[in-house]
């Protein structure tokens, strides 16, 4: 079977998230906010992010592109695979690159603008390097960090739009992304909890089986129904490989449980070749992940609540103040009571 991250890519640019919406700008960005935010990658994290990335801007309008170039250029640790490719783009997407970026050697940069013509050439004319007097206004500029809960719920959200494909770009790219990955489960607990996971779901009990997933993996339940009912299956891939379960079990796990997976042997076995190729400390990233997202939105429900009896206050004061304190309150009862006198 042909590994999806070796596919040609023009199948990746024809493809969009379920529901015809184009999630791959997004996706794009996101990952790349959230590489430059690790000073050091290892050679598979940069390895992984640079599939992602050569076929993404394959794929997206130029803004996304000259938007990555521009967070890439004033990264120390950028591809410079991706530097040379984006290097070489159009003016407004190579701009970045050519005027700022410290990775790619200056030679190189010279030689780029003669084969890229006067464009880039002026561009490169403008480094530091050239004249000291060019560029002095423009200092170098770290990435700007991008807040936890917000890159978790938005990656969060992408990884459930996106297709087959593109989660397993995610998961083999997931190893970049500055979120610690979840402690391992030791085994003594992991074992029980897949023999009753594998229970469920030969009885078909859903509701056991998610009721398990929420309490094993810190979830709430309406989380675990997602991850349950997921039509593609790569979510019960991830929380298998938490839970270190053998491979033959989440296979009858995924032919019995879901039929939207089950009903198709050969997605069973695409699943089953995922679940060998990520890594553990993926998976267990990926559930920190939703883990951060779903307490940001507890987070947030909290704060809306604390803002509607904020509101509600002064209304909730006025109320509880007896009338017989109430401004105006006496004068009023006193009208009253001459009015009634004879």
């Known amino acids: ?15 969009t998230a379920r529901g015809g919406a184009d999630i791959r700008p997004n996706l794009l960005r996101v990952l790349t906010d959230l590489y430059v935010q690790k000073p050091i990658h290892s050679e598979d994290e ?30 120390a640790g950028a591809p410079v695979s991706i530097l040379r490719r984006l290097a070489r783009d159009i003016p407004e997407v190579a701009a970045p690159i050519l005027t700022g970026s410290r990775v790619l050697p200056l030679e190189e940069l010279v030689a780029i603008a003669e ?7 002026a561009l490169v004319a403008t480094r530091t390097e ?24 938005t990656l969060s959200e992408l990884f459930f739009a996106a297709d087959a494909l593109e989660r397993r770009l995610i998961l083999l790219t997931i190893d970049c992304v500055p979120v610690p990955p979840v402690p391992p489960i030791p085994a003594h607990f992991a074992h029980p ?18 009721a398990t997933i929420a309490g094993c993996l810190d979830l709430p339940r309406v989380q675990a129904a997602r991850m349950v009912w997921d039509p593609l299956g790569e979510p019960l891939v991830v929380a298998g490989k938490v839970l270190t379960m053998a491979p033959e079990i989440l296979q009858r796990i995924l032919l019995i449980l879901n039929p939207a997976v089950g009903q198709s042997v050969q997605r069973v076995y695409e699943l089953t070749a995922l679940y060998e190729d990520i890594s553990e400390e993926a998976a267990r990233r990926m559930l920190a992940i939703w883990q951060e997202r779903d307490s940001a939105d507890q987070a947030g429900s909290r704060a809306q609540s604390r803002r509607a009896l904020s509101a509600d206050e002064p209304a909730r004061n006025h109320r509880a103040i007896p009338n017989s304190v109430r401004p105006g309150a006496q004068h009023a009862a006193h009208g009253l009571r001459r009015t009634a006198a004879p």
């Open 46 to 75: 940069e390895r992984h992010y640079t599939e992602l990335a050569t076929r993404l801007l394959d794929a997206v309008e130029p803004g996304v592109c000259a938007v990555v170039a521009a967070r890439l250029a004033s990264f």
């Open 1 to 15: 079977m042909q590994s999806p991250i070796t596919q040609d890519p023009d199948r990746l640019a024809g493809s």
């Open 115 to 121: 084969e890229m013509g006067a464009a880039h050439a």
């Open 130 to 153: 050239f004249s000291p007097l060019v560029g002095r206004a423009v200092p170098h500029q770290s990435p700007v960090p991008v807040e936890p809960d917000l890159a978790s719920a």
């Open 193 to 210: 909890v897949v023999h009753k996971l594998e229970q469920a779901a030969l009885l078909r009990n859903t509701g056991e089986f998610t």
